[in-house]
């Protein structure tokens, strides 16, 4: 197929799923929401609409072009994206999506142009960074979860463990928690955790908490019933150097899982997602009183069909 007819391909193929995606967003007044991943294997993207700019990240593969021809192919999609989604060229970040393993891979710094902007999602603010970072901030696949956490939390006391940017911890302030505890490894994402409760008001001292910890141990230390709802989203598998802890999903999680449920108080809920997609939940082993797969659910409606995380509402 000539690079002319793969392009045609491509606009065609980027034409509708925008057209249908658009509408949708329209009526649920959704700002941020994903309109392409990888549906052609000659345009391996995911491209991301965040209000007035996009963000489009390229897997990594082996496409045999020489470095001048890969730019010129970057360069031409572009134009592409520009041209359908109706944003201008300057206001589209690329990035290369290589799949590196551990946390530090996952959210792995590539730039250091501070070029940040707030987004808003169920009237909340939240800070984004398309350029510095793999990552962009704001994980959209998980906005139906966090309205859930909203809807839960009033008068709970609430963790957010393997926190990033702390998106679930400003949706449970909004939603009337009495005490929020942001948990994550990294200095930079706590920081940031802190900007985005700070940018929606959420200043008060002691009911707010910033911890930098491994989220592994540290759910180890806590009390019984220290908490009455957990988030729990671990990445698939991290060896940070900031700690002796190897953390592989598949293997780990009965242990993570029942050492969250004591610190749950009677009847409290541990919401447990994660993105490894051969993920099979040890049910058997798992202490708790009801566990139910809300990976549907859960799923926003430019995920359909191409969601690659579980999630699960476990109560105690």
Not at 34 to 38: G, K, L, M, S
Not at 272 to 277: A, G, L, Q
């Given at each position: ?6 392009f045609e ?24 929401f ?5 549906d052609l ?8 609409k965040y ?8 897997y ?23 041209e ?10 690329i990035k ?8 530090e891979?996952q ?6 142009t501070?070029?940040?902007?707030v ?11 398309l350029s ?11 906005r ?8 839960q939390?009033?008068g709970?006391?609430v963790l ?9 911890s ?15 490894l ?27 910890a491994?989220?592994?141990q540290?759910?180890k ?14 990445p ?28 749950l ?19 058997a082993n798992i202490q ?17 069909g191409?969601?690659?995380?579980c ?6």
């Open positions: 197929m000539s690079d002319v007819n793969k391909m491509f606009r065609n193929r980027l034409t509708k799923v925008f057209k249908h995606l658009q509408k949708i967003a329209r009526k649920q007044n959704v700002s941020c994903r309109i392409y991943d990888h294997p000659e345009f391996p993207f995911i491209i991301e209000e007035d700019r996009l963000y489009a990240s390229e990594k593969r082996r496409h045999n072009l020489t470095e001048e021809q890969h730019q010129l192919w970057v360069k031409e999609s572009m134009k592409v994206m520009s359908i989604i109706g944003i201008p060229l300057e206001s589209i970040f290369l999506r290589q799949r590196k393993p551990g946390r891979g959210y792995q710094k590539t730039g250091n501070k070029n940040e902007f987004v808003r999602e169920n009237n909340l603010q939240f800070i984004i960074n510095d970072y793999l990552d962009t901030g704001l994980f959209l696949d998980h139906i979860t966090r309205k859930m956490v909203m809807e939390a009033h709970k006391r957010n463990l393997f926190a990033y940017t702390g998106s679930f400003v949706y449970a302030a909004a939603g009337g928690a009495t005490q929020v505890t942001t948990v994550d990294s200095n930079t994402y706590t920081h940031w955790a802190r900007r985005n409760m700070q940018l929606n008001h959420f200043n008060e001292g002691d009911k707010y908490a910033f911890v930098v491994d989220a592994v540290y759910i230390n806590l009390k019984p019933a220290s908490y009455d709802i957990i988030v729990l989203d671990p698939t598998f991290s060896n940070s150097k900031k700690t002796d802890t190897i953390l592989d999903i598949q293997r780990d999680h009965v242990q993570l899982v029942n050492d969250c449920l004591k610190a108080t009677p009847n409290g809920l541990l919401y447990f997602s994660n993105n490894y997609t051969k993920f099979v939940l040890d049910t708790a009183a009801t566990i139910k797969d809300i990976t549907r659910q859960t799923t926003p409606f430019d995920f359909e191409k969601l690659k995380r999630c699960f509402l476990i109560t105690k």
